[in-house]
């Protein structure tokens, strides 16, 4: 992710939804098989999205603000563009299940990597689904498996498991949502974590309107706070992107 920001009908509704508060009560799942299906059935559906706001980077220390405006093709792109205060687009970035693409606009330079560059910055069983699930506020699907633990605290649903490597833990909301997602691999020091703050409905389905983004491995430190003025889901989008010919390719 910090190596992204380094180098089909209309909006139908739009309300902000406030979490219930409910009782404390530790316990653990007593059928998790339906408790799984309740978490999948509250995951966002869309053929598209587009989320646009602004952003706070933290990149190793060098701090922006900037404009940011990300659409998504189901399975298949995320698109992403980067635009400095003064109104001048910085980066754009292009994802898909096998590709990244960056273009840097300061410097003159497109950065073309296969997906598994982003595995600098994230364990290597982070896939494009995944970043998608995260991106859009939905509880990772690919943990959303029988072999989890599953227990209620403090009145929220914990989901805690480990893939390979990978260690995942899912604090949801009371409205199933997620609140918060931790991936961690402790043998390579890579950690990222994604905290959800609002949900608004939009065509009767649940999008954050702020995200914190943190990740750290090694010496490498991203924290990037997402707030999204504008949400549009099943729309038609333009992911145009052209590499400059004058721009110096790098791999």
């Known amino acids: 992710m910090g190596g992204l920001l380094l180098t089909l009908g209309a909006c139908k509704s739009r309300k902000l939804v406030e979490v219930p508060v409910v009782a404390k009560k530790d316990t653990a799942a007593t059928n998790k098989t339906m408790y799984l ?13 587009s989320m646009r706001g602004k952003a706070q980077l933290d990149i190793n220390g060098e701090q922006r603000n900037v404009s940011v405006n990300i659409r998504m093709l189901k399975d298949k792109k ?4 980067i635009t400095a205060i003064a109104g001048i687009e910085i980066a754009r970035v292009l ?6 693409v960056v273009i840097n606009r300061l410097q003159g ?7 598994r560059y982003i595995h600098q910055y994230a364990n290597r069983e982070v896939n494009f689904k ?4 995260l991106l859009s506020g939905n509880a990772i699907n690919e943990f959303l498996v029988e072999d989890v633990a599953l227990t209620s605290q403090n009145g929220q649903w914990l989901l805690k498991g480990q893939k390979n490597s990978l260690g995942f833990q899912i604090l949801f909301n009371t409205l199933l949502k997620a609140a918060e997602t931790n991936l961690n691999d402790v043998k390579t020091a890579q950690a990222l974590k994604v905290i959800y703050g609002k949900y ?41 992107f052209t590499v400059p010919k004058r721009f110096k390719v790098i791999n």
């Open 130 to 133: 995944m970043l998608q699930d």
């Open 37 to 49: 299906q309740s978490l999948k059935d509250k995951n966002s559906k869309f053929l598209s999205l």
């Open 78 to 81: 995320i698109w992403m563009s």
């Open 200 to 240: 608004i409905s939009v065509n009767d389905t649940l999008f954050p309107t702020d995200m914190q983004l943190q990740s750290f491995s090694g010496r490498k430190k991203i924290n990037i706070d997402f707030d999204f003025s504008k949400i549009e889901s099943n729309v038609e989008l333009d992911f145009s």
């Open 95 to 100: 994802v898909t299940p096998d590709s990244l």
């Open 109 to 115: 330079l497109v950065l073309q990597q296969p997906f």
